[in-house]
């Protein structure tokens, strides 16, 4: 079957290495002039940065995708994704800080640090987690489905009221483990009052599977996309870089190809199977179906080189209040240099920089590289927001694309797409999309 993937980003090389490793004809077909998104890096003056993801925390999906399209990851990295001994660091505006290792009692302990009664306040809210997980993931992440044919227990999950704003003040008396719980989502963009409380699994993640990443002498987690470019080889996958896609061509009822255009010509791809792997708002025969849904904004970001060590800085630091700063180090860097990267939410009345010395981490006179982005740079660098769809209340879960959409055999992946945002969440709706549409 031909089967032409829209997007080169992480959900567009899982999906594409996934189906021709099932016997396809796949196109990738992508707008820039390189693959990768959001799983790329920035380069200036001999620094070099993860533009997006640099953490994952179910290591077992990025193993199965590569397992499932060739050779193990292992032996393709020469080594293993690396446990990260702490989740993240927070510090908080009393001064109190938090390093929030992986694992249930581990966890506990940290709290019952930081406050009498705390661990066990933070164990009996992330303890009903693993219900949740066991049932998202029989019936949700890993076996295809459609809106009309979900199981009981899981509509009863995602049509639920119940917001995340609302189970953390029922379940904390003191507001920083509550900010611990709902910070992956405030990174986002997201406001915890439209959050359903289900989605706050990711701390049972979390938890559970720790944090994983790729050490940045070994390329950083932008190396999975240099692995899936080669491997795009390997399968025989046609790839057409600097091709924007205009539209979904559909006849009789059903796709037929897609509509491209390039400086010098317009054209169309034949198609059986077409895969969305961009934001749908793009293709005017799906917008109208997400046009209840809205991206969720990037931070404003700077990549920052600076002169000497990082030593007293964690894999990732928050800084909670507003703004909310996130402080991540890590990326390649000249001798006697090092490399970070900082976000920014909130009311950002000060540069980034200067936040983070009022929280004393003072870095302003060893600067000797940076690379600023807005939001609306990231948008425009990436084509779409990374991460992907504005929870707006219990319904938005349904609004969304994937792992089928209502243009018949046309599917979706990616951040905009079922399951959600995120490594892990989209590389199990590339599985998915390659369980439906199944062998050639």
Same mark, same amino acid.
């Given at each position: 079957?031909?089967?032409?993937?829209?997007?080169?980003?992480?959900?567009?090389?899982?999906?594409?290495?996934?189906?021709?490793?099932?016997?396809?004809?796949?196109?990738? =077909?992508?707008?820039?002039?390189?693959?990768?998104?959001?799983? @790329?890096?920035?380069?200036?003056?001999?620094?070099?940065?993860?533009? $997006?993801?640099?953490?994952?925390?179910?290591?077992?999906? =990025?193993?199965?995708?590569?397992?499932?399209? $060739?050779?193990?990851?292992?032996?393709?990295?020469?080594?293993?994704?690396? /446990?990260?001994?702490? !989740?993240?660091?927070?510090?908080?505006?009393?001064?109190?800080?938090?390093? &929030?290792?992986?694992?249930?009692?581990?966890?506990?302990?940290?709290?019952?640090?930081?406050?009498?009664?705390?661990?066990?306040?933070?164990?009996?809210?992330?303890?009903?987690?693993?219900?949740?997980?066991?049932?998202?993931?029989?019936?949700?992440?890993?076996?295809?489905?459609?809106?009309?044919?979900?199981?009981?227990?899981?509509?009863?999950?995602?049509?639920? %009221?119940?917001?995340?704003?609302?189970?953390?003040?029922?379940?904390?008396?003191?507001?920083? /483990?509550?900010?611990?719980?709902?910070?992956?989502?405030?990174?986002?963009?997201?406001?915890?009052?439209?959050?359903?409380?289900?989605?706050?699994? !990711?701390?049972?993640?979390?938890?559970?599977?720790?944090?994983? @990443?790729?050490?940045?002498?070994?390329?950083?987690?932008?190396?999975?996309?240099?692995?899936?470019?080669?491997?795009?080889?390997?399968?025989? !996958?046609?790839?057409?870089?600097?091709?924007?896609?205009?539209?979904?061509?559909?006849?009789?009822?059903?796709?037929?190809?897609?509509?491209?255009?390039? /400086?010098?010509?317009?054209?169309?791809?034949?198609?059986?199977?077409?895969?969305?792997?961009?934001?749908?708002?793009?293709?005017?025969?799906?917008?109208?179906?997400?046009? %209840?849904?809205?991206?969720?904004?990037?931070?404003?970001?700077?990549?920052?080189?600076?002169?000497?060590?990082?030593?007293?800085?964690?894999?990732?630091? =928050?800084?909670? $209040?507003?703004?909310?700063?996130?402080?991540?180090?890590? $990326?390649?860097?000249?001798?006697?240099?090092?490399?970070?990267?900082?976000?920014?939410?909130?009311?950002?009345?000060?540069?980034? &920089?200067?936040?983070?010395?009022?929280?004393?981490?003072?870095?302003?006179?060893?600067?000797?590289? %940076?690379?600023?982005?807005?939001?609306?740079?990231?948008?425009?660098?990436?084509?779409?927001?990374?991460?992907?769809?504005?929870?707006?209340?219990?319904?938005?879960?349904? %609004?969304?694309?994937?792992?089928?959409?209502?243009?018949?055999?046309?599917?979706?992946?990616?951040?905009?797409?079922?399951?959600?945002?995120?490594?892990?969440?989209?590389?199990?709706?590339?599985?998915? !999309?390659?369980?439906?549409?199944?062998?050639?």
């Amino acid at each position: 079957m031909r089967v032409v993937v829209v997007g080169g980003g992480y959900g567009g090389l899982a999906v594409s290495v996934r189906l021709a490793k099932l016997g396809h004809d796949v196109t990738l =077909v992508e707008a820039a002039d390189r693959l990768g998104g959001a799983l @790329t890096t920035v380069e200036s003056d001999g620094f070099t940065w993860d533009a $997006g993801p640099w953490a994952l925390q179910v290591p077992a999906v =990025v193993r199965d995708l590569f397992r499932k399209s $060739g050779r193990a990851l292992e032996r393709e990295l020469g080594s293993d994704l690396t /446990p990260l001994e702490v !989740v993240r660091e927070h510090r908080f505006a009393d001064h109190s800080v938090l390093r &929030l290792p992986s694992g249930a009692r581990r966890q506990a302990d940290a709290f019952e640090a930081l406050g009498p009664g705390l661990g066990a306040d933070w164990d009996a809210y992330v303890s009903p987690y693993a219900e949740v997980w066991d049932v998202l993931r029989r019936h949700y992440f890993e076996e295809p489905w459609t809106p009309a044919a979900l199981p009981r227990e899981v509509a009863a999950l995602l049509d639920s %009221r119940t917001h995340l704003h609302k189970r953390l003040r029922k379940a904390f008396r003191d507001d920083r /483990p509550a900010m611990v719980a709902g910070h992956p989502f405030v990174a986002d963009g997201h406001d915890l009052r439209n959050v359903p409380a289900w989605a706050g699994v !990711v701390t049972h993640l979390e938890q559970l599977f720790g944090t994983w @990443t790729v050490p940045a002498r070994d390329g950083g987690l932008a190396r999975l996309r240099d692995l899936l470019v080669a491997r795009l080889a390997t399968r025989g !996958v046609t790839v057409l870089l600097d091709t924007p896609v205009t539209d979904l061509v559909v006849r009789g009822g059903r796709v037929a190809g897609v509509a491209t255009a390039t /400086p010098s010509a317009t054209g169309e791809l034949a198609a059986d199977a077409v895969v969305c792997a961009v934001d749908p708002r793009r293709l005017p025969a799906l917008a109208p179906h997400v046009a %209840r849904t809205m991206p969720a904004m990037p931070p404003v970001i700077a990549h920052v080189g600076v002169e000497g060590d990082l030593d007293d800085l964690p894999h990732e630091t =928050v800084l909670h $209040g507003d703004p909310m700063v996130v402080v991540r180090p890590g $990326g390649r860097a000249p001798e006697g240099h090092a490399a970070l990267t900082v976000h920014g939410r909130g009311r950002l009345a000060e540069d980034l &920089l200067t936040v983070l010395a009022r929280h004393g981490t003072d870095l302003r006179q060893r600067v000797v590289a %940076r690379v600023d982005r807005t939001p609306y740079e990231t948008v425009q660098a990436w084509g779409g927001s990374p991460h992907g769809v504005l929870w707006q209340g219990r319904g938005t879960v349904r %609004r969304r694309l994937g792992p089928t959409t209502p243009v018949p055999g046309v599917y979706a992946v990616g951040a905009h797409a079922t399951p959600g945002s995120g490594l892990a969440y989209v590389g199990l709706g590339a599985a998915l !999309v390659a369980t439906v549409i199944g062998p050639a």
